[in-house]
């Protein structure tokens, strides 16, 4: 059983990068990027245009960057979103600078990221297993799944999983697949259910004011040229494979890796109505979430020197100045860990095991740091 176990630890390990635990450390010196959903006073037309008032009262996000952070190549082509939400559904209307309208994907559940998409990641409940993502091109084509857990920590995709009830629209601003001309951008505009958003989120239940969910959005766009009146992908002139596509995010993954949910962004669902100026308050215990993090990813780089985790707390580099800092207290074996401290804000626990997952208790558990 041991031999199992340690199998398994050194398969996830391997699909840990030295890339993933230097960016850990990242996110409590950068917070991800936030920003405020307020509600809708009329109802939407799901077109893929931002006529209406209540869109328009609303600000665009941040330009999106590339997936691996401000330090990497910028994107050079724009990319924003803004959010709304009512009792019924989460809004998302994103802008997509393109010159070159391009999609064929017709069939649903088709693999839209091996063409130019926009996609979506949500996770309600911030535990990082059990999380959606959509991706959809510029005809219109989706592709729905939920994740268990990221799938370097043995996750599967669920494509069966469907959203329910999802409205779509597309602007187009342009003419699609025509290589004759110089288009200027495609609009998406979302209407995803909170009736099946709840499934995995906190209560199984909708978001109500001055709660926050992690969500990320994501462009994939690939280089193309014109062949025979039609737009292919630019390939290596040495391999003859395409060109590596271009990953560019709203709130930096700081790796090329999208299934890293602690590194969303926050959205915090407000009361007030669209347009109205309000200031962003941070989820209390996020940098509890962070820290967490951090002493996670030492636990693997320790096993991947010692094949096993540590099991004291001064085997791990941040152990001394986090633990002591947010009170966090180690349970380790050879083969598996728990990290865990008090949630400042709620009186329960927050515990994070080796599977990655964060999960509250109302019950401490023995410290050792």
């Known amino acids: 059983m041991l031999y199992c176990m340690k199998k398994v630890v050194i398969l996830v390990l391997g699909l840990i990068t030295a890339a993933w635990v230097q960016a850990q450390a990242v996110l409590l010196d950068t917070p991800p990027r936030h920003y405020i959903c307020q509600t809708v006073t009329s109802p939407l037309k799901i077109d893929g245009k931002d006529d209406e008032p209540d869109w328009q009262a609303m600000p665009w996000s941040e330009l999106f ?15 924003q979103v803004k959010m709304l939400w009512d009792k019924e559904y989460l809004y998302i209307l994103a802008r997509l600078q393109e010159p ?5 994907f017709t069939e649903r559940e088709s693999i839209i990221f091996h063409e130019n998409n926009f996609e979506v990641f949500i996770d309600p409940d911030w535990d ?9 091109n510029a005809l219109g ?8 857990r990221p799938y370097s920590l043995m996750g599967r995709a669920v494509s069966a999983w469907d959203i329910t009830g999802l409205k779509k629209g597309i602007h187009l601003k342009g003419t699609i697949n025509n290589p004759n001309d110089m ?56 391999t003859g494979k395409p060109l590596p596509e271009h990953n560019w995010v709203w709130s930096p993954q700081y790796q090329i890796n999208m299934h ?31 820290a967490l993090r951090q002493l996670f990813d030492e636990q693997y780089q320790y096993f991947e020197k010692n094949e096993k985790f540590a099991e004291q707390p001064e085997q791990l580099p941040s152990s001394k100045f986090l633990g002591s800092k947010y009170q966090i207290n180690l349970q380790a074996t050879t083969t598996s860990f728990r990290l865990w401290a008090p949630a400042t804000s709620t009186g ?8 990655g997952r964060i999960r509250r208790s109302r019950t401490p558990l023995h410290p050792v740091f």
């Open 65 to 79: 960057m590339d997936i691996e952070g401000p330090d990497a190549p910028k994107q050079f082509l724009n990319t």
């Open 100 to 104: 070159n309208l391009w999609a064929t």
């Open 128 to 136: 990082t297993h059990n999380y959606y993502e959509l991706e959809i």
């Open 141 to 148: 084509t989706t592709w729905d799944l939920m994740l268990t």
């Open 183 to 238: 288009d200027t951008c495609w609009m998406v505009e979302l209407a995803i259910p909170f009736k099946i958003l709840a499934e995995c989120a906190p209560d199984r239940s909708a978001p109500g004011p001055g709660d926050i969910w992690r969500i990320n959005f994501s462009r994939v766009e690939w280089d193309l040229e014109a062949k025979n009146h039609q737009y292919s992908k630019k390939t290596d002139p040495v």
């Open 260 to 290: 890293k949910p602690e590194y969303w962004g926050m959205v915090l669902f407000s009361n007030n109505k669209a347009g109205t100026k309000e200031t962003f308050v941070s989820y209390p215990d996020a940098e509890i979430y962070y």
């Open 348 to 355: 329960e626990w927050l515990i994070l095991t080796e599977d």
